[in-house]
């Protein structure tokens, strides 16, 4: 599977970064997530609601 990667605006540059398919998401209707520093390793795929819970406790709004 071939995904357009954007890096979480919540990222620092200390390595700790995570990346979402949001192209992927809108076509298919789950959310790739993965960790940027293993391009060639898992993604997790959640649900759209799944999604905002994490961007909401990365956020702090929990």
Known sequence: MSFEWVKSSYSGGE???VEWAPAFAVARGMV???DS???HGPVLMVSPRAFDGLVRL???DV
Do not use: D, H
């Open 32 to 34: 790739p997530v993965r």
């Open 37 to 39: 520093k293993q391009a």
């Open 58 to 60: 990365a956020r702090g």
């Open 15 to 17: 390595g700790e970064c």
